[in-house]
């Protein structure tokens, strides 16, 4: 295949900052992509690059002009040929000179081409590029914002229902506890994955609040991802205006597993702690998941550090941590072969693309986490997958 021409735009993300769109021409066929953007991102991501006002018009110009002609010069035979490509074509460890949402944002589109000249949904494609078993995954749904995304209202950024089964069922379950968490909160701000921004006293409270919801819906359980990387300070976290050191913190997420239906805690320490995850890994062993996320930031040498220190038992897998599909797919493999579970993940400032859930389906992930009922970016990934359920029915 080859990528005759690619237009690229600045279109506005979930918090009106602006991201990359492009839309690839590969003979009679078109593609589209957009991509992401975070806020509590790690140090260790692949660079997202930006101008000192958030602008992104030099990465639109490395896509029209580097890339586009580069691609232009040649035939790919496979989705991953492309990628490393691109990969190759930046050359530096990071993707910092292109910029990965450049290449991200052409990664994701051409791997929708090829699928459309395979005659296969996207989902089915990254199945079959990966040697995947498709399925749906647990929906990570994100009821209380707090942390960064919520003027930090809570110390911790996500607190979510986990709820298992087939898509329209847990869907319609979690839909409904959330509807009725918000009567119970009354005029609450929101926060930004389109979860509830309450001010609580305690930090029990929203656990207190989501297992009233567990007991409701026997299916769901608690995740949270506590982002501790932004609650750093001092050798140690604030929480609630207390300083705790790593261990006084672990004893805390020991308390809420002991007392909580907690099913995962992602990134419960800061991005290079290693020997606190993998302590609270030990200790919750059976219980409780414990997620890298910054931790591991989707790269497969921090996740195979992470393999070697026992760190962690699950992974977030964000593609625009890493910069593109195929790397992507690689981190999903590696956490596989360490027996853990992937988890998929979109970005606080999210867009109108779905891919995330296209991709979250096609591994098979054990979970995807796709924000709050409250805005449209969160809700059409859910629609994707609603929608794949029934191609997959077909
Ligand atoms: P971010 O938050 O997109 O702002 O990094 C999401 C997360 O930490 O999981
Ligand atoms: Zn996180």
Redesign the pocket.
Same mark, same amino acid.
């Given at each position: 295949m080859r990528i005759d021409r690619i237009e690229a735009r600045a279109i506005s993300d979930s918090r009106g900052r602006p991201t990359v769109e492009v839309i690839l021409h590969a003979g009679t066929l078109r593609a589209m992509a957009s991509v992401?953007s975070? =806020?509590?991102?790690g140090s260790h991501e692949a660079v997202e690059l930006r101008a000192a006002d958030g602008g992104v018009m030099k990465v639109l110009g490395n896509i029209t002009g580097e890339i586009a002609s580069e691609l232009a010069a040649r035939d790919f035979s496979t989705p991953d040929a492309l990628d490393g490509f691109l990969v190759d074509l930046d050359g530096t460890p990071d993707k910092a000179r292109l910029g990965a949402n450049a290449i991200l944002a052409v990664s994701i589109a051409s791997q929708r081409l090829f699928a459309e000249v395979d005659g296969v949904p996207l989902w089915k494609a990254i199945e079959k590029r990966g040697g995947f078993a498709a399925a749906p995954p647990q929906l990570y749904v994100n009821l209380i914002n707090g942390g960064?995304?919520a003027n930090f209202r809570l110390p911790f950024? %996500?607190h979510m229902l986990v709820c298992k089964g087939k898509t329209s069922e847990a869907f319609a379950i979690v839909r409904t506890a959330f509807a009725k968490l918000g009567a119970r909160l009354g005029d609450v701000p929101m926060g *930004? %994955?389109g979860g509830y921004a309450p001010v609580f006293d305690t930090l029990e409270k929203p656990f207190e609040l989501l297992a009233s919801l567990v007991d409701e819906y026997p299916r769901t359980r608690i995740a949270i *991802?506590a982002?501790a990387n932004e609650l750093r300070a001092n050798a140690g976290y604030d929480l609630l205006g207390k300083h705790l050191k790593p261990t006084q913190l672990a004893q805390v997420y020991e308390g809420l597993a002991a007392h909580f239906p907690l099913h995962s805690i %992602? *990134?419960p320490f800061s991005e290079d702690a290693s020997a606190d995850f993998a302590y609270l890994t030990d200790a919750l062993r059976g219980e409780c998941l414990v997620v890298g996320? *910054?931790f591991t930031a989707t790269n497969p040498l921090r996740i195979e550090r992470a393999a070697r220190e026992q760190a962690i038992n699950a992974v977030?897998i =964000?593609p625009n941590q890493i910069g593109s599909v195929k790397e992507a797919i690689e981190a999903v493999c590696i956490t596989r072969s360490y027996g853990w579970e992937p988890i998929c993940?979109?970005?606080?400032?999210e867009t109108m693309d779905t891919f995330i859930a296209d991709f979250a389906y096609g591994v098979g992930a054990h979970g995807i =986490?796709a924000g709050g009922f409250a805005q449209k970016e969160r809700i059409a990934k859910y629609e994707r997958l609603l929608e794949i359920e029934r191609e997959a029915a077909e």
């Open positions: 992401p975070g =806020k509590s991102t960064a995304h950024q %996500e *930004d %994955e *991802d982002a %992602e *990134d996320d *910054d977030l =964000k993940s979109h970005r606080s400032g =986490k």
